[in-house]
Nanobody
Framework: QALLVESGGGLVQPGGSLRRSCVAS????????MGWYRQAPGKQRELVAT???????IYADSVKGRFTIYRINAENTVYLQMTDLKPEDTDVYYC???????WGQGTKITVSS
């Protein structure tokens, strides 16, 4: 069963950039449908960006043009490159292996001056 390990959270100033990474164990990573979600306290977890089963990347409207999801299969890693960060992007971010409904451990990102 795949294990997901995330890294790349922390504090960043508004307008700054940050990259999240999520490494999956196992030999089948290239077949996995991977996505990123975020959750604010007291709110439901929401989709940020995900690959579809066909390999297309889709984004929440709130992050289009600012965030990019990409993957390097040889590294078993999916990334979320975040630019032009805003205070409203402050959340706990999770990666998800969509096929299995498996979540990473989540990491807090705080956008504040």
């Amino acid at each position: 069963q795949a294990l997901l390990v995330e890294s790349g959270g922390g504090l960043v100033q508004p307008g700054g950039s940050l990259r999240r990474s999520c490494v999956a164990s196992g030999s089948m990573f290239s077949t996995y449908v991977m996505g990123w979600y975020r959750q604010a306290p007291g709110k439901q977890r929401e989709l940020v960006a995900t690959f579809t089963s066909g390999g297309t990347a889709i984004y929440a409207d709130s992050v289009k043009g600012r965030f990019t999801i990409y993957r390097i299969n040889a590294e078993n890693t999916v990334y979320l490159q975040m630019t032009d960060l805003k205070p409203e992007d402050t959340d706990v971010y999770y990666c998800k292996l969509q096929d299995m409904g498996k979540w990473g451990q989540g990491t807090k990102i705080t956008v504040s001056s």
